[in-house]
Nanobody, 128 residues
Framework: QVQLVESGGGVVQAGDSLGLSCAASEGAFGTYAMAWFRQAPGKEREFVAGISWIDPNTYYADYTDSVKGRFTISRDNRRNTMWLQMNSLKLDDTAVYYC??????????????????WGQGTQVTVSS
């Protein structure tokens, strides 16, 4: 089965940067789109960033408005690894961040029910 593992979370100050990674076994990513979601206390899980799969050298990225220009998503299918580089972090970025695999390849969905494999999550805490 597909198993995803996130890492890289921690406690940082507002304005700082942090990088997250998502690792899986060989071939787990396949040709599927991948995404990062997050869930803050008392809130529903929300889409953060997604990345499609066209070929080994071609992809499309999509970001929710609140992180556009600050976060960057990337992937390497040879290594079955995905990253989320987060810059200029804000207090509202505090949440558990999850790695997920989509049911689609070219299309990047934003709904939780469009993803069928999830990691356990990694905590990101931004302080003032």
């Amino acid at each position: 089965q597909v198993q995803l593992v996130e890492s890289g979370g921690g406690v940082v100050q507002a304005g700082d940067s942090l990088g997250l990674s998502c690792a899986a076994s060989e071939g787990a990513f396949g040709t599927y789109a991948m995404a990062w979601f997050r869930q803050a206390p008392g809130k529903e899980r929300e889409f953060v960033a997604g990345i499609s799969w066209i070929d080994p050298n071609t992809y499309y990225a999509d970001y929710t408005d609140s992180v556009k220009g600050r976060f960057t998503i990337s992937r390497d299918n040879r290594r079955n690894t995905m990253w989320l580089q987060m810059n200029s972090l804000k207090l509202d970025d505090t949440a558990v961040y999850y790695c997920a695999r989509s049911m689609f390849s070219r299309n990047i969905g934003r709904r939780v029910d469009e993803y069928d494999y999830w990691g356990q999550g990694t905590q990101v805490t931004v302080s003032s």
